[in-house]
T-cell receptor
Framework: QKEVEQNSGPLSVPEGAIASLNCTYSDRGSQSFFWYRQYSGKSPELIMSIYSNGDKEDGRFTAQLNKASQYVSLLIRDSQPSDSATYLCAVVRDQAGTALIFGKGTTLSVSS | DTEVTQTPKHLVMGMTNKKSLKCEQHMGHRAMYWYKQKAKKPPELMFVYSYEKLSINESVPSRFSPECPNSSLLNLHLHALQPEDSALYLC???????????????FGDGTRLSIL
């Protein structure tokens, strides 16, 4: 069974700190990885996509991918209370299709 | 606001009713998806349409019937649902693969469905 694992949290950080969210996946052949943010009662919103080993930065967000370790992370710099949400890691299930497998999500709480 | 539009936003129906959920996108995406999400759980894939053909059915009960009338529209027909089917139903779309890599899926706001 192919899986995506995340620490469910809650992860609590003070305003202005760096929040680090982690995700591991079981299928070594996976090539496409996504981070979604979901506020309570809302739909998932794409934050980052990453396909190659290394770092990808977009504003306060940095995604990191290490395929050898089967590990994806999301760093949020200068965390704001508005970043408080559940962050879902998603991996494409197989190279023949487009189905996503989601991790259970990590709940982030940023205190002011 | 998202570029994937779902209607209705809320739906309450009895177990004997027939209703439909609708999803529309005008981004030229050729893959469309239905997900079901229960509270405090991640989205679970139900169906995938690729180029208007059903490509994945995750063993969903037949009381859920998807339909893709054209490349911009996706429907989910509901009949004889059970109380445990109450959930947030999410539609998503994505471009087809580019360079062998899967393009991200963009979600609509969802339909919150309650079965009485």
């Amino acid at each position: 069974q192919k899986e995506v694992e995340q620490n469910s949290g809650p992860l609590s950080v003070p305003e202005g700190a760096i929040a680090s969210l982690n995700c591991t996946y079981s299928d070594r052949g996976s090539q496409s990885f996504f981070w979604y943010r979901q506020y309570s009662g809302k739909s998932p919103e794409l934050i980052m996509s990453i396909y190659s080993n290394g770092d990808k930065e977009d504003g306060r967000f940095t995604a990191q991918l290490n395929k050898a370790s089967q590990y994806v992370s999301l760093l949020i710099r200068d965390s704001q209370p508005s970043d408080s949400a559940t962050y879902l890691c998603a991996v494409v299930r197989d190279q023949a299709g487009t189905a996503l497998i989601f991790g259970k999500g990590t709940t982030l709480s940023v205190s002011s | 606001d998202t570029e994937v539009t779902q209607t209705p936003k809320h739906l309450v129906m009895g177990m004997t009713n027939k209703k439909s959920l609708k999803c529309e996108q005008h981004m030229g995406h050729r893959a469309m998806y239905w997900y079901k999400q229960k509270a405090k759980k991640p989205p679970e894939l139900m169906f995938v349409y690729s180029y208007e053909k059903l490509s994945i059915n995750e063993s969903v009960p037949s009381r859920f019937s998807p339909e893709c009338p054209n490349s911009s529209l996706l429907n989910l027909h509901l009949h004889a649902l059970q109380p445990e089917d109450s959930a947030l139903y999410l539609c998503a779309s994505s471009q087809s693969e580019t360079g062998g890599l899967n393009q991200p899926q963009h979600f609509g706001d969802g339909t919150r469905l309650s079965i009485l």
